[in-house]
Structures are given as structure tokens and as C-alpha cells.
């Protein structure tokens, strides 16, 4: 598999930059001071509110999770 150079990682991170600055990305546009372009850059989700993290951090498990759970606690529940 060819080796990414320097150039290339350097085009890829201009292009996320734009992306996420210009593009309208988190509700705002315009200027924003370095150390937030940089923080855009490398962690896509502004927050952590229960609104832009996982779902499973403030709903709990999925449903396939909770149907194996409950399925195996009935199982140690009915072992004779």
C-alpha cells in the first residue's frame, strides 16, 4: 500500500479545516480564535450534552443488549 506523505496529510487536514469552519458546521460562521479551529479540526463534536454524544452514554444499552441481558438473567433465574 503507497505511503501518505506529508503533503497529502497536509491537504486532508485543510480540506476537514474548511469543512468545518466555512461550511457552516456547529451553527455558527465566521471568525473563530486559533485554538477553536484547531479543536474543530481534530474532535469533530462540539459537546457532550445528551444531544451530540453516543446515545448509549444517556439512553443506556441498545436493544439487542438489553433483550441478551434480560434473556440471560432468565437463564440463571430457570437453572435447575
Do not use: W
Given at each position: ?5 506529508r ?17 457552516n458546521y ?5 471568525y ?40 440471560m ?8
Amino acid at each position: 500500500m503507497k505511503e501518505r506523505n506529508r503533503g497529502y496529510r497536509r491537504a486532508q487536514r485543510a480540506r476537514i479545516k474548511d469543512k468545518r469552519i466555512r461550511g457552516n458546521y456547529h451553527g455558527f460562521k465566521g471568525y473563530l480564535p486559533g485554538g477553536e479551529v484547531g479543536l474543530l479540526i481534530n474532535t469533530p463534536k462540539s459537546c457532550s450534552c445528551f444531544m451530540c454524544c453516543n446515545r448509549r452514554k444517556v439512553e443506556g444499552n441498545s436493544l439487542f443488549e438489553k433483550s441478551a441481558d434480560e434473556a440471560m438473567k432468565y437463564e440463571l433465574k430457570h437453572i435447575e
